[in-house]
């Protein structure tokens, strides 16, 4: 019983923690994060298995957090305002050769990051573009010019 | 067959520039960035926490009780971990000793919610008492102490109760188990 408990707790510890600590979990995964997703992922697994690595409890805690997956997943298409709390906005970082300062120092982005997405898109320079927006998965998309 | 349902596509994703539909929103995303703040503080609070041990194995954790003459001194933790290892020690004064063995009289809550694994020294004997069990150690002199090796199996808050037979001191206290 514990463990369906320890399952759903650690899903939404999970969600805030990760949300709370990187914007690019899945968009542009450095090692530097790698690091944290896996170590985090890893001590949840202890807390929630704990004792009993038997294949019932393994079942039921995936079982629960597929469930609770499956919930928040419909709640969040249902509720807008929640899959902005959950997901985040996407936000211009550039716009017409002027940075975002807001955008660029809450979101801890470095002109390098956006020079990065900029070359990805064939790109050469900063003044080719016109738009560059960080979106909910955290990748960078370019506009050009 | 029946028809596939459609929708009409709106224009309704806020622009930038207006041109750029991005939807962004910084007055909810100041907002988010004030509650990101407010958790990081929280984290801090509770590393800070735990780093005191207010949720166990710190030094605010550690606890003692004795009775009034010292015959029996009690060290312990004011807060368990669930399932973890966990160390109760009881020492005892020379007037414990009672036709050269030690009789200590100890809640079931010790061995039920709290867990006790074993004792240290081996009892030479253990006897249901009651809600409780009696143990008896031979001794000779002291100084003397016996430890518990615990591992709570039940979180929240727990009572327990020593007792010396040989002067009916006893010491009561509760402990929290986190989970």
Redesign the interface.
């Known amino acids: 019983m514990y463990t369906i408990f320890h399952a759903v707790f650690g899903y939404f510890f999970m969600l ?1 923690a990760v949300r ?1 600590l990187v914007r690019r979990p899945g968009g542009q995964l450095t090692p530097f994060e790698f690091v944290i997703i896996f170590l985090i992922g890893g001590i949840a697994i202890l807390s929630t298995i ?2 009993d690595p038997s294949v019932t409890n393994c079942t039921c805690a995936v079982i629960a957090v597929g469930m609770v997956h499956r919930f928040v997943a419909m709640a969040r298409t249902r509720w807008r305002r929640l899959g ?2 959950m997901d ?5 970082l550039l ?2 050769g002027q940075w975002q300062l ?2 660029m120092e ?1 979101m801890r982005i470095e002109p390098d990051d956006v020079m990065a997405a900029a070359r990805e898109q064939g790109l050469t320079s900063f003044s080719d573009v016109k ?1 560059a ?1 960080v979106e909910r998965t955290g990748s960078i998309s370019i ?1 050009k010019r | 067959m029946a028809t596939p349902r459609t929708r009409p596509v709106e224009d309704s994703i806020s622009k930038v520039g207006n041109e750029l539909a991005v939807g962004e929103d910084l007055a909810f995303q100041r907002r988010w960035w004030r509650f990101e703040t407010t958790i990081w503080i929280l984290f801090a609070l509770i590393l800070a926490a735990d780093l005191s041990g207010i949720f166990g194995r710190g030094p605010l954790a550690k606890a003692s009780a004795k009775t009034a003459d010292g015959t029996m001194k009690l060290d312990y933790e004011r807060v368990l971990r669930y399932e973890t290892p966990d160390v109760m020690t009881i020492h005892f004064g020379p007037n414990a000793i009672q036709n050269g063995r030690i009789e200590l009289w100890v809640s079931e809550s010790v061995i039920k919610p709290l867990g006790n694994q074993r004792i240290i020294p081996q009892p030479k004997s253990s006897i249901l008492d009651g809600d409780g069990i009696l143990y008896t150690w031979p001794a000779a002199s002291h100084p003397n102490s016996v430890s518990f090796a615990l591992a709570p199996s039940a979180p929240g808050s727990q009572k327990f109760t020593v007792r010396l037979e040989s002067t009916g001191d006893t010491i009561t206290r509760h402990v929290w188990v986190m989970p």
């Open positions: 805030l709370v704990g004792h902005r709390w985040g906005l996407p936000l211009v716009r017409d807001d955008a809450g738009y927006v506009i």
